[in-house]
């Protein structure tokens, strides 16, 4: 009995939802081996390296993930075209977590409910939070060592990433080297759409705020049309009386 089979979905659906969260869990865990040699440069070279290895067996792993639901689909090749940013995801899995705010989102889009919306909000927060922390400790990494390098702490770097994924761009710290400008580039796109959901949240509850208010005039005229409709009952009937 195939275990990814029918009636609970296709076999890419079962294996999506089975592999969900320890791949996000996965992805964090990538993270933090990439960031601690970064923030702890005195770190000694044994420990670094195991870092590395664990950081390079992840990347395998999601390498495997990405080959596996391509194969899961039927249609490897297809499936690859229509899902770059899966492709996109196996290049930068740090940005991995940040796929599990698609669903708060279009719910809040959706329902415009005020629960809803108040999950997005959060999310997206979270998502720029992150975003931040993920930016500062790249670009350091690619800027410390290089020459008339602007930035060379951690509080350099992190001052430089919320400014980048806001769009303010002071210019006090800027990077040098390509690699700091592609990430500088990455902040900006993935910022800039965190930051439209938030935007979009807001919007969101002012609509679904809007159809309530509609809803609730809507019941108060239908009680109002009933009433007008038994009064005008009654007169007839009196009138028929007399």
């Known amino acids: 009995m195939d275990p990814f089979a029918a009636p609970h979905g296709t076999p890419l659906q079962r294996y999506e939802r089975a592999s969900r969260r320890p791949l996000v869990a996965a992805a964090i865990a990538f993270v933090v081996a990439y960031a601690l040699p970064v923030l702890l440069p005195a770190m000694p070279r044994m420990d670094a390296d195991l870092l590395d290895l664990l950081g390079a067996l992840l990347w395998a792993l999601f390498l495997v993930d990405l080959g596996v639901r391509a194969v899961l689909s039927g249609r490897p090749g297809r499936w690859l075209l229509r899902h770059p940013i899966d492709v996109v995801l196996v290049l930068l899995p740090a940005l991995r977590p940040l796929r599990e705010l698609r669903g708060l989102t279009a719910d809040a889009y959706t329902s415009g409910t005020r629960a809803a919306v108040g999950r997005a909000l959060a999310a997206a927060l979270v998502g720029v939070a992150y975003l931040m922390l993920v930016g500062a400790v790249a670009v350091l990494d690619a800027e410390r060592s290089a020459a008339s390098s602007h930035i060379t702490s951690f509080g350099d770097a992190l001052w430089w990433a919320a400014v980048t994924v806001t769009t303010v761009g002071y210019g006090d710290t800027y990077p040098v080297t390509v690699v700091g400008r592609l990430v500088a580039f990455a902040l900006m796109l993935v910022g800039i759409s965190l930051l439209g959901v938030l935007t979009a ?42």
């Open 201 to 242: 949240s807001v919007a969101a509850w002012f609509v679904g705020r809007t159809r309530e208010v509609e809803n609730e005039v809507l019941v108060e005229l239908r009680a109002l049309r009933t009433e007008v409709a038994d009064l005008r009952a009654a007169v007839d009937r009196a009138s028929s009386a007399s």
